[in-house]
């Protein structure tokens, strides 16, 4: 099967829907987007639709069966459709949150922690972090205490009591 996301006129995806491969295959046996896309507005009587193929295997950039990547990353209802890069990025998380284009995804605008491991009674054990979007910080927690929280100072690379 193949896939095509519809877009919206800012280039939202709205729909994600399924074709057949015989529908997309030319007389040649080669896979053509133009013929899915002249399907689907014929299907839904939409001649001005905008319709992009998508691959369901491509994720960040790598077709998980070993294919050739399409578009970065399958289309999701309410991520974009980038033009000028070719290539879907999901929905966005949060309001503190930036494109990175080099998987198509979204990062917080602060950057990770560098230091996510402590010691403790002799052993290292692995901080749990997370973003909080709301503040635009970083949080976290030791496996002994998940009920004090921590920020992460960038400025001093160390966390903070909250």
Not at 29 to 34: A, P, W
Not at 84 to 99: C, K, L, Q, T, W
Not at 128 to 135: A, P
Request: charge should be negative; charged fraction near 25%.
């Amino acid at each position: 099967m193949a896939s095509f996301a519809k877009l919206d006129q800012n280039n939202v995806v709205t729909a994600v829907v399924a074709v057949k491969n015989d529908v997309i295959t030319d007389e040649n046996g080669i896979e053509q987007e133009n013929l899915g896309i002249e399907f689907l507005r014929n299907l839904y009587n939409e001649p001005n639709a905008k319709w992009v193929q998508t691959s369901y295997n491509t994720k960040l950039g790598v077709h998980e069966l070993g294919g050739t990547p399409l578009r970065m990353n399958f289309a999701e209802i309410d991520g974009t459709y980038d033009e000028e890069r070719d290539m879907f990025i999901g929905s966005r998380p949060g309001v503190n949150y930036v494109v990175d284009y080099t998987y198509g995804t979204w990062k917080p605008t602060v950057g990770v922690p560098t230091v996510l491991e402590y010691e403790e009674n002799g052993e290292t054990k692995s901080w749990h972090v997370y973003f909080e979007d709301e503040n635009a910080r970083w949080l976290g927690f030791k496996e002994v205490d998940q009920e004090t929280s921590h920020v992460w100072n960038e400025t001093t690379s160390t966390w903070d009591l909250l």
